[in-house]
């Protein structure tokens, strides 16, 4: 009979072990579900950034040059033209 309750001891143990490692196992994982999602949004607002940045200096430049652009093709129609005065 002892050896039956020990077993039945040991077995109710062992479950409980079991329990406790799937219930750590389970946080375990949430937190590296966390960590990795903070990283990936992380990563993402360096990248947008990082786009936004481009996308300003690339743009800049050819605002300037449009205008310089613009502006000489008003020199050069206002050189071609002859003024009449009365």
């Given at each position: 009979?002892?050896?039956?309750k020990?077993?039945?001891?040991?077995?109710a143990?062992?479950?409980?072990?079991?329990?406790?490692d799937?219930?750590?196992?389970?946080r375990d994982?949430?937190?590296?579900?966390?960590?990795?999602?903070?990283?990936?949004?992380?990563?993402?607002?360096?990248?947008?950034?990082?786009?936004?940045?481009?996308?300003?200096a690339?743009t800049?430049?050819?605002?300037?040059?449009?205008?310089?652009?613009?502006?000489?093709?008003?020199?050069?129609?206002?050189?071609?033209?002859?003024?009449?005065?009365?």
């Amino acid at each position: 009979m002892s050896t039956l309750k020990a077993n039945k001891h040991a077995a109710a143990a062992l479950k409980e072990d079991r329990e406790r490692d799937k219930i750590q196992a389970m946080r375990d994982y949430e937190a590296e579900t966390l960590a990795r999602q903070a990283n990936m949004m992380r990563l993402r607002a360096l990248r947008l950034a990082k786009e936004n940045r481009d996308a300003q200096a690339t743009t800049a430049p050819r605002q300037a040059k449009k205008k310089t652009v613009i502006r000489a093709a008003a020199l050069t129609q206002a050189r071609g033209r002859v003024r009449i005065s009365s």
